[in-house]
């Protein structure tokens, strides 16, 4: 029996559907292996901003800081997409979250599903059988480099990409310690040929890779690694890149298992861990119960894993996901319109196969 406090913050859009199926399945998972989940909930993004002003309140991320994971809905609103001006946006309590928090390693797998292959516009030949994972450092870079924002006459605008080694440093050797318990095998992938910070990746990792002797290193420009990935996915084991382009070619990685709605990923630093969808709050879809939640449910999967080391539990969602999958069962972006079910159906679903402790797997 353990005891565990995990902060929920569902955020915008389809956020807080997802997110309530994603607890319905770690509930499943306490009632099935005798543990006790602690849920304590807080503002972040959109819904923040319109109750104290701000983003990430000073109060979530206390209540990020005592717990012993956060799970992690979407971010985002269309009424600040629109307006150059604001001044507040929902985007921001994501980025001060992750660099609060110290959350420098974004895990994000890519899987394909056998069930799901012909949803996806790619070949299936090419994409059965995809498993690989991008390591995406999520503190540094384009997103947070200083100098930013407008020169004074308003006539140019300017972003700066930063990187030291440090921050190269810790972010990769994650992604050895990865790759020597999958195929080992790791790209790092970079435009070396035109910016600095990235040939000061190359530098690094090329020396990192010393401490890694089993693990088989191969580098790859970003370009050519985005027209790789649909073309030919199985070449790619541990995928690790910068903020910017580990945020552009996940989302691209998402069309091979199908839907955007499929993909769950991890947030890890030395004291928090958070678990989120890749997807966003999708606002067109905002309380219509038409959601994909499993990308959500299997953002749970790798909380027990990552932050419990509940493996076994871990599994247990996978396995049922897999199972549901298997049944047909999904929302309108992964089942024919006729057969889908709603987001809380699915989620009902999964639940229901979690405590049957399904052991069918993948
Ligand atoms: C993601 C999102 C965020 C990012 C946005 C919402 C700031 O696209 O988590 O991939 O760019 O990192
Ligand atoms: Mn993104």
């Known amino acids: 029996m353990s005891k565990k406090k995990i902060a929920i913050l569902a955020g915008d859009g389809i956020g807080p559907e997802v997110t309530k199926e994603a607890v319905k399945c ?19 993004g959109a819904a923040a901003i319109d109750e104290t002003g701000d983003p990430f309140p000073a109060a979530t991320e206390k209540i990020c800081k005592e717990a012993d994971a956060i799970l992690f809905g979407a971010i985002g609103d269309p ?9 507040v946006r929902p ?15 974004n895990v994000r797998p890519v899987k394909s599903y056998d ?6 516009p790619l070949k299936e030949a090419n994409i059965k059988g995809t498993d690989f994972v991008v390591f995406r450092e999520l503190t540094g870079g384009i997103y947070f480099g200083e100098p930013r924002g407008r020169s004074e006459n308003g006539e140019t605008a300017f972003d700066s990409c930063v ?26 992938v970079d435009k070396a040929n035109v910016l600095a ?4 990746w190359r530098e690094t990792v090329k020396d990192i890779a010393q401490d890694y002797p089993d693990v088989a290193l191969d580098f ?3 370009d050519n690694a985005a027209m790789k990935i649909i073309q030919n996915p199985k070449h790619f084991d541990v995928v690790l890149t910068e903020n910017m382009f580990g945020d552009i070619i996940t989302d691209e990685a998402s069309v091979i298992a199908g839907s955007l709605g499929m993909l769950p990923s991890a947030s890890l630093g030395t004291s928090s861990s958070l ?18 939640p499993i990308g959500a449910i299997l953002s749970a999967a790798m909380l027990l894993n990552y932050a419990f080391d509940m493996n076994e539990e871990a599994e247990a969602i996978e396995n049922a996901v897999f199972n549901a999958l298997e049944e047909e069962l999904g929302t309108p972006d992964i089942v024919a319109e006729s057969k889908a079910k709603t987001t809380t159906e699915v989620g009902d679903r999964i639940a229901e196969l979690i405590k049957e402790k399904a052991s069918v797997g993948a």
């Open 26 to 44: 770690l509930n499943a998972v306490a009632d099935s292996f005798g543990h006790q989940f602690n849920y304590q909930e807080a503002l972040i």
């Open 115 to 120: 069930k799901l292959l012909h949803i996806s």
């Open 275 to 292: 678990f989120e969808p890749i997807h966003g709050s999708y606002p067109e879809a905002a309380g219509q119960n038409i959601a994909n």
């Open 91 to 105: 985007e921001q309590g994501l980025l001060r979250m992750r660099k609060n928090l110290g959350l420098f390693a």
């Open 79 to 87: 009424k600040y997409d629109n307006d150059p001006s604001a001044k």
């Open 220 to 222: 790859m420009f970003v």
């Open 163 to 188: 990187y030291s080694k440090k921050e190269i440093n810790q972010i990769s050797r994650k992604a050895f310690e990865a790759a020597q318990l999958r195929n080992k095998k790791l790209t790092l």
């Open 197 to 200: 910070t990235s040939r000061l």
